[in-house]
């Protein structure tokens, strides 16, 4: 059974910042791109971060919310993605997801999303 | 970037009854169209990709119908468990992967 589990959510002042991890069971980690998305409270789901798996050259993506504070890795040989989230704001309070990519190449290389974690709560506040 | 929009926002619909619910792209996204379930604590769950085709272990009353712009999802007779919000998201044009604002699906 496919299993993602977050971890490392909390209360954090703005500015500071904080690592997510992401663990990844039921199915081989490293040949799967990984994503986080966010949703803010009372919001929608929101993209925030993708890195490829390393046979697809492991580089990554992000939102322009996020880019230049927040930077996505993995570590395959512990199936775990990690999102370091630095100069943390108010805005970014939100439950974070993480979930695994589905890659196709049908008609140019295309990734949806179809295993998803429960989230971890970020709160950023003073 | 791929605006997604959805409507409505709040559907109110009887168990056993149908549902439908729309999603519309601000430029064509082909057939790259995913639909999710979430409900509040849960991990969102997908439920049809490819505009089309449902997911692992998705029951027959959700289908999805649709390619360009213009998307729906029909949910037929109601179940207690279905009452949830459900989201759009189009992986055409990406990033950044886009969706829909959602609708929440209520029991009258």
């Known amino acids: 059974e496919v299993q993602l589990v977050e971890s490392g959510g909390g209360l954090v002042t703005p500015g500071r910042s904080l690592r997510l991890s992401c663990i990844g069971s039921g199915f081989t980690f490293g040949d799967y791109a990984m994503s986080w998305f966010r949703q803010a409270p009372g919001k929608g789901l929101e993209w925030i971060s993708f890195?490829?798996?390393?046979?697809?050259?492991?580089?990554?993506e992000y939102a322009a919310s996020v880019k230049g504070r927040f930077t996505i890795s993995r570590d395959d040989s512990k199936s775990i993605a990690y999102l370091q989230m630095n100069s943390l704001k108010a805005e970014d309070t939100a439950v974070y997801f993480c979930?695994?990519?589905?890659?196709?190449?049908?008609?140019?290389?295309?990734?949806?999303?179809?295993?998803w974690g429960q989230g971890t709560r970020v709160t950023v506040s003073s | 970037e791929t605006v997604m929009t959805q409507s409505p926002a709040t559907l109110s619909v009887s168990p056993g009854e149908r549902a439908t619910l729309s999603c519309r792209a601000s430029?064509?996204?082909?057939?790259?169209l995913a639909w999710y379930q979430h409900k509040a604590g849960q991990a969102p769950r997908l439920l049809i990709y490819?505009?089309?085709t449902r997911a692992t272990g998705i029951p027959a009353r959700f289908s999805g119908s649709g390619s360009g712009t213009e998307f729906t999802l029909s949910i037929s007779s109601l179940q207690s468990e279905d009452f949830a919000v459900y989201y759009c998201?189009?992986?055409?044009?990406?990033?950044?992967?886009?969706f829909g604002q959602g609708t929440k699906l209520e029991i009258k």
């Open positions: 490819g505009a089309s």
């Open positions: 979930s695994r990519a589905l890659r196709t190449a049908v008609a140019g290389v295309k990734y949806y999303f179809d295993y």
């Open positions: 890195i490829r798996s390393k046979a697809h050259t492991g580089t990554t």
């Open positions: 430029q064509s996204v082909t057939n790259n």
């Open positions: 998201q189009q992986y055409n044009d990406w990033p950044p992967w886009t």
